[in-house]
């Protein structure tokens, strides 16, 4: 494990260095769900590329900008599932992204995790590792990942992050939301997942949640690459993710690029969260 997190930092300050240096526009291609690439989407996919090559104890790689699973080893234990730069469509407002990795033993679902890491680009980069528990590092000046502090959320919080078309919720996706914000929730959405889950973690608790909506049935964000390592990171830190009724980590994609609706927070929102979903 000490050998893919040392890969995902060493991803990381290249990762920053494009992100500061590289051309931000868009490219002719298109993933696999339909999303047009920017250059540097394609790029940062290929720098985590070389550098998981480096390592043997990684079987394969999958992630949101591949169609298909990368073999690496033959006899790797693990597997990582992986988006280079979420929140890519956020770098022309200079907002803060990020790369998120699931670590996966035997199989891409919850049950097959044992960890998960983001890395959020912002005024700083920071790395956030979920194994025994949670920890934040901060990158400094020798381009080195120093711990902060270990996380953990509170049993209830003050921010709300929704995402989705308002138009598109249902009822009681709205109704959740109003009695989100009579508990006396702000709203606090930039549009990226990872610095979106990042402030609710670090102010100890709140929501954040992509619905089901009715241009998006299931939710816009993808269990393996999104998903699975935030709820992962979320239920370590002592908080709660699920899909409306079901703990997301239960859940099994029957394609790697699936999408789930989602909901991640304290465990007074997601006991709010569950009321509306009986
Ligand atoms: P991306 O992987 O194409 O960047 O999309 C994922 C992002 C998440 O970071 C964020 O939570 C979501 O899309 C925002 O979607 P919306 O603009 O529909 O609220
Ligand atoms: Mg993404």
């Known amino acids: 494990m000490v050998e893919i997190f040392d890969a995902i930092k060493k991803s990381a300050v290249r990762i920053k260095w494009l992100i500061e240096n590289e051309d931000s526009g868009y490219s002719q291609n298109i993933n696999a769900t339909g999303d047009t690439q920017l250059k540097l989407d394609i ?15 990684v079987k394969e790689i999958i992630s949101e900008e591949k169609e298909e699973k990368t073999p690496i080893y033959e006899h790797g234990k693990y597997m990582v599932g992986y988006d280079p730069l979420d929140g ?29 890491v983001y890395v959020i680009y912002g005024p700083v980069t920071q ?9 934040m590092y901060k990158l400094n000046e020798n381009n080195e990942f120093a711990f902060i502090k270990s996380l953990e959320l509170k049993q209830s919080g003050l921010i709300n992050a929704t995402g989705g078309t308002h138009s598109n919720w249902s009822d009681e996706h709205k109704k959740m939301i109003e009695e989100i ?20 973690l670090l102010k100890g608790g709140g929501l954040f949640s992509y619905p089901s909506t009715s241009d998006r049935p299931k939710g816009k964000l993808r269990m393996v690459f999104e998903v699975f390592p935030f709820a992962f990171i979320y239920e370590k830190a002592g908080g709660k ?7 997301l980590l239960d859940l099994t994609p029957s394609h790697p690029h699936d999408t789930t609706p989602c909901f991640f927070g304290s465990e007074k929102e997601i006991e709010t969260v569950l009321k509306y979903n009986e």
């Open 43 to 57: 790029k940062t996919d290929l720098v985590i590329e070389e550098e998981f090559r480096k390592i043997s104890s």
């Open 127 to 135: 790395m956030v590792t979920a194994y025994e528990d949670v920890g």
């Open 181 to 200: 914000y009579s508990m006396g929730h702000r709203l606090r959405y930039s549009g990226g997942m990872v610095p979106d889950l990042h402030q609710i």
């Open 88 to 116: 890519s469509s956020l770098l022309d407002v200079n907002f803060s992204v990020g790369s998120i990795f699931g670590i996966y033993k035997g199989g891409y679902d919850g049950r097959h995790l044992v960890a998960a």
């Open 241 to 247: 993710a699920i899909d409306g009724k079901r703990r």
